[in-house]
């Protein structure tokens, strides 16, 4: 035997009443009557007329009583119109505290949620938070020190952030449908949301894994849906719809409203269009001419619903889009608002009644887009009705409007506890400044509240149900930071070394408030430390106190006549771990440096490098050997001392040298270098150079041969 449902679509121009009667699962459209409201009733999907909107009820439900007996109890829908939409974002410095969980983002979601309800309050002094309800958000970005993210689970880092775009229903448009019901004799059976109506019938579970996004063009709004991920992840509204087209035809050819209503409705067919103006001047309008007036209006509807549909789809067009609702017959509207979205025709479609499944229909019911919501207000308030629950919250009754699956997050919500309330508060952090450079050290995070589901563990998704029990115990408040010099300063610090095979311990050398201190001096709010430390060779060898060390590494210089001459090949060569190495090179820990001392230069060597000739010096032959002649050309004086050429000199020094009046060589000079004696007794010789007799005062050359030669 099939059951009869009644259900109402109280829209904002008109009422639809229809008669449903369901038989395994499938539906036969009886009956549907449309009345159009007598006055302005109703105001953005919300009753604000109730004694009006109750006579147009109990006039359908009259009528269609007459025809299908007693009606005493019905569905009905909170238009989704009246949903209010809001972006929030919330962060959480998550510095030196544990990975983030899977509860931690729940909580943070939560707190985001709490901030776009409050958000919605600011906007009216006289609604607390208490009076919307949440039917729904979605994540729109996580970020991770200000970068996005895709998820913060296991994520570590300085400030996490979340923002969503939450949904609220004000919860005056439920009882303000009760009390026009009421004052119709009539009972609310079940209740359900515009959106999701029009989404059941349309879009059953299989289907909601598809990005898709339903559009429901109305009078006063187009009310939007969006499917993904195997649910519905968001509603929006835009204040746009027919009566924009209605207005423009109204504006352009100077009519009535209601005729320019007329008019709308019969864009449809390619007929030629007769109308009659505000002055009864009778005028006839090609179509295509109508509807080009048209254009610049319906484009902007188009933007008006791609834009938002967008929002809602964290700015990524959906798979396709389906359009119910009266408005969705406006002509050129499926194609404008595939170029906004960047779809192709064939992803954007007008759905009627015909496109539902299990659905049949009586022979004089026409198949229109506009009676999609009212079939679904039917089916979705019998199979998925909202309904009231009860439970407590730390003892305080809270009741609950069930539009999807309730977690004890949503309990919080309407109890107005605080998302900030699941964290303990941080400990005091302390403030020190460090070589001239601010930092904070944060105090000890606050444990997270201990949330109870009748007596067992639960987390903010956990799912309720009526009569259910909620404890949250407040987390415990994080210590205040302690630290003392060696928490602050990095422990690669202090660095043991080897210079020249002798250990050494280097360590920092610190002062706090300008006194002396330790790695254990435990540290105050707004302390001053200094430190100074090895970071490179130079730097350790200070601290080791081997500055001798440091100046043999530098390049090898002496001061000759006054003047500074560099010696680079004389230099002392520094290793570090046996490799060569400069000064300025990084230390490490357990680094080994020794000096490889370069060859020690003498005056002589300095000397040539300066272009100086120290001696002057010939050689020749005498008496058949070879002898070498020297005089002193320039005196070497090293600090003032006179030395030999043979004498080495040290980086630093100074030389002087200084020059020697010289005369040529004589003949005679030969015998103070040469061995050979005259003969005791001699007969008269000769003094011969080059085989040339010569005097003894006679000068000579390198390369001379000389010889005295005795008569026979």
């Known amino acids: 035997m099939a059951t009869k449902l009644f259900a109402l679509d109280i829209g904002t121009r008109s009422v639809v009443g229809i008669i449903l009667e369901e038989t395994n699962d499938t539906y036969h459209v009886a009956d549907i009557i449309v009345r159009e409201h007598k006055e302005r009733a109703m105001v953005d999907g919300q009753i604000h007329n109730v004694v009006y909107v109750a006579e147009l009820i109990a006039e359908i439900r009259k009528e269609l009583e007459q025809k299908h007996g ?343 919500l309407a109890a107005n506890i605080r998302a900030k309330q699941l964290f303990g508060k941080p400990g005091q952090a302390l403030a020190i400044n460090v070589n001239g450079q601010d930092i904070f050290i944060p105090g000890e995070h606050g444990q997270p509240a201990t949330i109870l589901l009748n007596g067992e563990p639960a987390s903010t998704k956990t799912r309720i149900s009526s009569n259910d029990e909620i404890t949250i115990m407040d987390g415990k408040d994080g210590k205040t930071a302690s630290a003392a010099v060696k928490d602050i300063l990095d422990a690669t610090l202090t660095k043991t070394i080897t210079i020249e095979g002798q250990p050494f311990i280097l360590e920092p050398n610190i002062t706090v408030n300008n006194e002396p201190a330790t790695l254990q001096t435990r540290l105050k709010d707004r302390d001053k430390v200094s430190y100074m430390m090895a970071h490179t060779i130079e730097d350790a060898l200070t601290l080791a106190n081997k500055r001798t060390l440091i100046q043999q590494c530098t390049s090898f210089s002496v001061f000759v006549n006054n003047k500074p001459m560099h010696l680079p090949r004389f230099s002392a060569e520094l290793l570090i771990n046996d490799k060569p190495t400069k000064l300025s090179y990084p230390i490490k820990n357990g680094d080994s440096l020794r000096l490889q001392l370069g060859a020690s230069p003498t005056v002589q060597s300095i000397a040539s490098e300066a272009g100086i000739r120290l001696i002057e010096a010939i050689e020749v032959t005498f008496q058949g050997e070879a002898i070498t002649l020297e005089k002193i050309e320039n005196e070497a004086q090293l600090n003032g001392v006179a030395v030999k050429p043979t004498a080495t000199v040290t980086t630093g020094a100074s030389l002087q040298f200084i020059p020697r009046e010289t005369s040529p060589f004589i003949f005679q000079d030969v015998f103070r270098f040469s061995d050979w004696q005259l003969p005791t007794v001699a007969s008269s010789f000769k003094v011969l150079r080059n085989d040339s007799e010569v005097g003894f005062d006679s000068l000579i050359f390198g390369g001379d041969t000389l010889a005295i030669q005795f008569d026979e």
């Open 70 to 412: 007693p009606l005493t109890k019905v569905s009905v829908a909170a238009a989704g119109r009246s949903l209010k939409t809001e972006r929030a974002t919330v962060t959480l410095n998550i510095r030196n505290r544990a990975i983030f969980t899977e509860e931690d983002i729940n909580r943070l979601e939560l707190q985001a949620v709490q901030q776009a309800q409050q958000q919605l309050v600011q906007q009216r002094d006289d609604i607390a938070s208490s009076h919307y309800y949440c039917v729904g958000y979605s994540v729109l970005h996580y970020r991770l020190d200000n970068e996005a993210i895709g998820s913060l689970l296991d994520q570590q880092g300085e400030v996490a952030a979340v923002e969503v775009i939450a949904t609220f229903l004000p919860r005056v448009v439920v009882e303000s449908l009760i009390a026009a019901l009421k004052r119709a004799d009539l009972e609310m059976d079940a209740l359900t949301l515009e959106p999701i109506a029009a989404i059941n019938v349309l879009i059953p579970q299989t289907m909601r894994r598809l990005n898709v996004a339903l559009v429901d063009i109305g009078a006063g709004t187009s009310d939007i849906a969006i499917t993904d991920q195997n649910t519905v992840v968001a509603y929006g509204m835009v204040p746009t719809a027919g009566d924009e087209v209605t207005e423009a035809l109204s504006d352009t050819y100077l009519l009535d409203f209601p005729v320019a209503e007329r008019i709308k409705r019969t864009l449809g067919t390619d007929e030629p269009i007769i109308m009659q103006d505000i002055l009864g001047f009778d005028e006839t309008h090609a179509h295509a001419d109508v509807v080009h007036a048209i254009l610049p209006t319906v484009k902007q509807l188009a933007e008006a619903i791609g834009n938002e549909i967008l929002l809602l789809n964290n700015n990524v067009p959906p798979k396709a889009v389906m359009l119910v609702g009266g408005g969705s017959l406006t002509p050129h509207l499926p194609a404008l608002l595939g170029e906004v979205l960047a779809l192709p025709a064939n992803r954007i479609a007008v759905r009627g009644i015909d496109a539902i499944q299990n659905v049949t229909r009586e022979a004089h019911i026409t198949a229109t887009p506009e009676l999609v919501t009212p079939i679904g207000i039917a089916i979705a308030a019998k199979k998925m009705p909202i309904q009231y629950m009860s439970l407590k919250v730390n003892g305080q009754i809270v009741r609950l409007f069930e539009v999807k699956d309730m977690t004890v997050g949503d309990a919080m």
